[in-house]
């Protein structure tokens, strides 16, 4: 090589260094919230194909698996989204936030994960893709930006604006229909870049929450998708059917539906992938750290049930939970004690050494994985008054409950002896078996834990509309 050439390779290596952001002890933090993503549909979890072949679901995530720490028994705070993403970002179960029912809104007293950040002078930003994580509701606390990442929901500016005046149900603006608009992964992970390169903010420390739909009935992947995981389906693409009740699905149908919902997984899981090359090109890969979660899951017959909001078995409730944290988390533990999907948000504060919540009911995961791979006590919680259904769970290990309140019956599960739920005891809430009084003592405990009052939502037409197709008819 001439002396020439030398040197401007060497000016071009001096270059690209001198790029390279250094974030010292303030690493970045992307929270990833994947909707209707149930953990035994993902590939660190164990999935098979429903019509058999080699495709993984959910290869991205088995990546962030064995490179970080998974969590094999992470429960829902709620089998449905509004309450448990607000679980996610405050680290408190429902009874505790309030909102617990979609005409409640978060109490102006409480922030989220997204204020701790922004106090601390990160940048952040939040991009959405379902009604229910709407800035009516108290999503948009703490972000700088948070927007729509789905052309549904309306524009980027027109959520800017809702973010910014945040004054309920007159600034909800939906321009379509959210079964219009199938491809959303694809539009978050692009808006969410794209906030990242406007000046630069991924050379600085930031909290980034990305929300992906997909996985939310119906389901209508790309075909390229359906083909992967349903080759011999023939039929329009649609997975309305399953929360159509005036139409009865068998077993045959029920593996239909799952195949199309594995390849909206599949779909979900190659947007991430496209995220974290960008990641990779931009050198930050190994600064961050990356945590993915569902909120709820979907059954598809189990229990004789079908989607969520109905029940708390764990079809519904189980969710996969991860986190790759290099430098700061070794690769490849996985933890087997019971989480809460509520502990996320306290887990990533102590990995940025930030101040943790006061007096919340999550905690940091951080001992499970460092010292003793223990159990924590998982509150769950499903309400629905005009359905007479209020149903409080209690988990701890493998063992769960859960009290009916309507028709005052406690039901108890052994998951060891149990794994799928299908030989419950049910008992009477006063019974005198152990786990029975150690249930209930919980859940009156969990009672008392109560926040400030909600605030109450009311909502547009269009908005009733809009969650009445997505199968949210009342509350």
């Known amino acids: 090589m001439s002396r020439a050439a030398l040197l401007l390779s060497l000016i071009g290596l001096s270059g690209a260094c001198a790029h390279k952001p250094e974030f010292g002890d303030r ?16 590939t660190p979890y164990g999935h098979q194909p429903t019509f058999g072949g080699s495709a ?27 309450p448990s993403h607000m679980s996610i970002l405050t680290g408190m179960h429902p009874i505790e936030h309030g909102v617990r029912s979609r005409k409640f809104s978060l ?20 991009f959405f893709s379902a009604p229910f994580l709407h800035p009516v509701w108290g999503f948009h606390r703490g972000f700088d930006v948070y927007a729509p990442g789905a052309n549904y929901l309306g524009t980027v500016d027109a959520a800017q604006h809702l973010a ?28 969410a870049l794209k906030w990242l390169e406007d ?16 996985p939310h009935y119906d389901y209508a992947a790309p075909q390229k998708y359906v083909d992967m995981f349903h080759p011999d389906f023939a039929g329009e693409v649609d997975g309305t059917e399953l929360v159509n009740f005036d139409i009865e699905i068998d077993a045959d149908q029920a593996k239909h539906l799952k195949a199309l919902y594995e390849a909206e997984i599949r779909y979900t899981d190659d947007q991430l992938a496209r995220f974290f090359d960008k990641l990779t090109e931009w050198g930050i890969e190994n600064d961050v750290i990356i945590a993915i979660v569902s909120d709820h899951g979907d059954a598809f017959l189990e229990h004789d049930q079908r989607g969520h909001h109905l029940t708390l078995y764990d079809e519904v409730m189980r969710v996969p939970m991860m986190i790759r944290a290099p430098g700061l988390i070794e690769g490849g533990q996985t933890v087997d ?33 460092e010292g003793e791979d223990a159990n924590y006590k998982v509150t769950m919680d499903l309400l629905r008054p005009t359905k007479k259904i209020e149903f409080r769970g209690y988990r701890n290990g493998n063992m769960k409950g859960i ?31 152990p786990f029975a009084r150690e249930t209930i003592e919980f859940i009156q405990k969990v009672a008392r834990q109560r926040g400030p009052r909600p605030g109450l939502v009311s909502e547009t037409g269009e908005m009733t509309n809009l969650l009445s197709e997505l199968g949210y008819t009342e509350d």
């Open 403 to 433: 009290l009916d309140s309507f028709n005052r019956t406690l039901t108890l599960l052994n998951l060891n002896d149990d794994p799928l739920e299908n030989n419950p005891q049910v008992v009477q809430p006063n019974s005198d078996v």
């Open 107 to 126: 109490n102006e007293k409480i922030n989220l994960i997204s204020n701790k950040y922004q106090n601390a002078e990160y940048a952040t930003a939040g």
């Open 199 to 214: 000046d630069d903010h991924y050379t600085e420390p930031f909290f980034l929450f990305m929300h992906f739909w997909d």
């Open 27 to 42: 690493k970045p933090v992307i929270l990833i919230s994947i909707d209707s993503l149930r953990a035994d549909f993902t």
């Open 337 to 369: 004690g019971s989480v809460s999907i509520c502990d996320l948000s306290p887990t990533l504060l102590d990995l940025s050494n930030l101040s943790p919540f006061h007096k919340r009911s999550g905690q940091s995961m951080r001992p499970l994985w």
């Open 56 to 82: 993984q679901t959910t290869p991205f995530l088995n990546k962030i698996a064995t490179e970080g720490v998974m969590f094999n028994n992470t429960m829902a705070a709620s089998p449905w989204t509004l």
């Open 164 to 191: 910014a005046s945040g004054k309920g149900p007159e600034v909800l603006v939906i321009h379509h229909k959210s079964h219009s608009d199938a491809e959303t992964g694809g539009q978050v992970i692009d808006r």
